[in-house]
């Protein structure tokens, strides 16, 4: 298996729509992201057609509960062969602790949501009483400290992310968009401008899976990233 630099994102609860996009997708090309509204639809087969596809699978279902909750979740995929999950930094140290130790018997590796892309600095101060970039520190210092694999940032920080936890560790960054949409994501930034400051992996959703086309949008980014 190759190790793309796009994740595609499947975000739909129909089952017909989700299979006519991966149909259009190439494993050389991408990983396949699934998150909760696709899982919570469809379950646990479907990670494993995605896998039989070929395609290397990040499920994005952002656990966060008590350390021992989260500890059992993730051994509940046992059966799955999964290639990265995220857990939210903000579960605290031994919530990370624990889910590290689950995702290592399942030989998957743990990915720390920071802070949603969705949010801005009014939103980071009513939920955290905490500026944006400061609270954006405070977790990346915990994902140093609990040795994570990676992190899910907006690719806004992704020089706080080097400076912090060093270019070794993934970065995951949504938010990509090479023109501007009117859509939910606040902090974003084009494909190749986000690789180009440091990011590990890009989460591509609706610019690829909306598209007429969806191999050439795929391909488009692949070709846009990796251009001199």
Same mark, same amino acid.
């Given at each position: #298996?190759?190790?793309?630099?796009? +994740?595609? &994102?499947?975000?739909?609860?129909?089952?017909?729509? &989700?299979?006519? *996009? @991966?149909?259009?997708?190439?494993?050389? @090309?991408?990983?396949?992201?699934?998150?909760?509204?696709?899982?919570?639809?469809?379950?646990?087969?479907?990670?494993?057609?995605?896998?039989?596809?070929?395609?290397?699978?990040?499920?994005?279902?952002?656990?966060?509960?008590?350390?021992?909750?989260?500890?059992?979740?993730?051994?509940?995929?046992?059966?799955?062969?999964?290639? #990265?999950?995220?857990?939210?930094?903000?579960?605290?140290?031994?919530?990370?602790?624990?889910?590290? %130790?689950? &995702?290592?018997?399942?030989?998957?590796?743990?990915?720390?949501?920071?802070? %949603?892309?969705?949010?801005?600095?009014?939103?980071?101060?009513?939920?955290?009483? =905490?500026?944006?970039?400061?609270?954006?520190?405070? @977790?990346?210092?915990? !994902?140093?400290?609990?040795?994570?694999?990676?992190?899910?940032?907006?690719?806004?920080?992704?020089?706080?992310?080097?400076?912090? %936890?060093?270019?070794?560790?993934?970065?995951?960054?949504?938010?990509?968009?090479?023109?501007?949409?009117?859509?939910?994501?606040?902090?974003? #930034?084009? !494909?190749?401008?986000? *690789?180009?400051?440091?990011?590990?992996?890009?989460? *591509?959703?609706?610019?690829?899976?909306? &598209?007429?086309? +969806?191999? =050439?949008?795929?391909?488009?980014?692949?070709?846009?990233?990796?251009?001199?």
């Amino acid at each position: #298996m190759t190790d793309p630099r796009i +994740i595609v &994102a499947i975000d739909t609860f129909d089952l017909k729509k &989700a299979n006519t *996009i @991966l149909d259009q997708l190439d494993p050389e @090309l991408c990983k396949i992201k699934i998150g909760s509204v696709v899982f919570n639809s469809i379950g646990k087969s479907l990670l494993h057609e995605v896998f039989q596809r070929g395609f290397k699978i990040f499920l994005d279902l952002k656990f966060h509960d008590i350390p021992n909750t989260v500890h059992e979740t993730i051994l509940g995929f046992h059966d799955c062969n999964i290639d #990265m999950l995220t857990v939210h930094l903000s579960g605290g140290e031994e919530m990370l602790k624990k889910a590290i %130790l689950a &995702a290592q018997i399942i030989k998957t590796q743990v990915i720390g949501v920071s802070i %949603l892309t969705s949010l801005d600095e009014s939103d980071s101060l009513t939920l955290f009483n =905490n500026s944006l970039n400061d609270q954006i520190v405070n @977790l990346f210092k915990l !994902a140093k400290k609990t040795k994570i694999d990676g992190i899910v940032c907006s690719p806004h920080e992704l020089e706080i992310a080097n400076t912090i %936890l060093g270019t070794h560790s993934i970065k995951i960054t949504p938010g990509i968009r090479d023109i501007k949409v009117g859509d939910d994501q606040e902090r974003t #930034m084009s !494909a190749k401008e986000a *690789i180009e400051k440091g990011s590990t992996y890009l989460v *591509i959703g609706r610019p690829i899976t909306q &598209a007429d086309d +969806i191999a =050439n949008a795929l391909q488009y980014f692949n070709d846009t990233i990796h251009e001199k």
